[in-house]
């Protein structure tokens, strides 16, 4: 899954991306308010960590934003704010978590877990369809309980299509999933990537279809 750091303070940012990486998430940096705002507007993204003391304005600010216009994104909030009421004033302005600096990075990712376990979010440590298994832990892949290798790119594209099995995955959230803020990417790189894996899946046995539904996104189903 892709998160959104937003963190002014650059060398704190990093570290929280790492340890984030270490766990299995990939994560974008920005580092201001009106960063954020582009970036949640831009890129569909599974959670946000936010910091409150950002250089254009308070966090707050964004997270109120974001909740006046219904916008479900899980937040949790990362600052040196820590007393009572700022932590109420956090809550209610509509963070999912509201956690103070300094902090230790085990904490954070459980938290981010316990966040994304929720009703409609969407954490699963292992994910399955008919014989195939993914381990959301150790980005390991299964297929009739033999270790398999996919490549980086694909199993980002397994991961999100797994998540929602059964669903229609809007291509812009695929290229979201995969590529985050990083630019300019080809017009056909999502279809490139789903063609691999479908080969990738097909050579390993794994008993699942990838439909593409024109015009929409992916669907991935139990093969009959």
Do not use: C, W
């Amino acid at each position: 899954m892709r998160l959104l750091i937003v963190e002014d303070n650059a060398e704190l940012a990093r570290l929280v991306a790492a340890g984030l990486s270490a766990a299995g998430y990939e994560s974008d940096i920005v580092g201001s308010a009106a960063e954020a705002r582009e970036a949640v507007s831009s890129v569909s993204y599974a959670a946000m960590i936010l910091d409150l003391g950002l250089p254009d304005g308070d966090g707050l600010s964004v997270l109120r934003e974001l909740r006046r216009q219904m916008e479900p994104l899980p937040v949790l909030v990362l600052t040196a704010r820590g007393g009572l009421q700022d932590r109420v004033s956090g809550l209610r302005s509509g963070a999912d978590d509201y956690l103070a600096k300094p902090f230790a990075m085990e904490e954070l990712v459980a938290r981010l877990e316990a966040i994304l376990r929720r009703p409609g979010q969407l954490l699963g440590r292992s994910l399955r369809l008919a014989n195939l298994v993914y381990d959301t832990e150790s980005r390991q892949i299964f297929v009739d309980d033999q270790p398999r290798i996919i490549s980086a790119r694909e199993t980002s594209v397994l991961e999100i299509l797994l998540r929602r099995q059964g669903r229609v995955v809007p291509k812009k959230n695929v290229e979201d999933h995969i590529f985050g803020l990083e630019g300019e990417v080809a017009s056909n790189a999502v279809e490139v990537y789903v063609s691999r894996l479908r080969k990738q899946l097909a050579e390993h046995g794994a008993k699942v279809v990838i439909h593409t539904i024109r015009g929409v996104g992916y669907l991935m189903a139990e093969e009959k």
